[in-house]
């Protein structure tokens, strides 16, 4: 098992600046890959970034809405996974959650997909005003 704990988000303004954490712990030696995804009211979880470590040295991939202004990372030593969010639009209000599968994969299309990922953190709120 692997538990997820986030944290960070909030309320900014358009333009502003976020970053989530996302701590992991127990048997985090069986994660393949974490990701963010994030759902807006009346809308389905969607992609956000992900690391895939499947890969030498991690690879990491976004979803084309936030390419250029988001950025994923992890810390090794603290088992956190961050998502850095700046540029921030009305569009990206969402509760943003951070995802781990032990699964391994070379596919970034299948690391996309929440049913591929077993172990969720609790969401966190994001709200960027106008």
């Known amino acids: 098992q692997v538990q997820l704990a986030e944290s960070g988000g909030g309320l900014v303004q358009a333009g502003g600046s976020l970053r989530h954490s996302c701590a992991a712990s127990?048997?985090?030696?069986?994660?393949?890959?974490m990701g963010w995804f994030r759902q807006a009211p009346g809308k389905e979880r969607e992609f956000v970034s992900v690391?895939?470590?499947?890969?030498?040295?991690?690879?990491?991939s976004y979803a084309d809405s936030v390419k250029g202004r988001f950025t994923i990372s992890f810390d090794n030593a603290k088992n956190t996974l961050y998502l850095q969010m700046n540029g921030l639009r009305p569009e990206d209000t969402a509760v943003y959650y951070c995802?781990?599968?032990?699964?391994?994969?070379?596919?970034?299309?299948?690391?996309?997909?929440?049913?591929?990922?077993?172990?969720w953190g609790q969401g966190t709120q994001v709200t960027v005003s106008s």
């Open positions: 995802a781990a599968s032990p699964m391994s994969t070379t596919s970034t299309a299948t690391t996309m997909v929440p049913a591929w990922y077993d172990y």
């Open positions: 127990g048997r985090t030696s069986r994660t393949s890959a």
């Open positions: 690391i895939n470590f499947s890969w030498s040295g991690g690879v990491t």
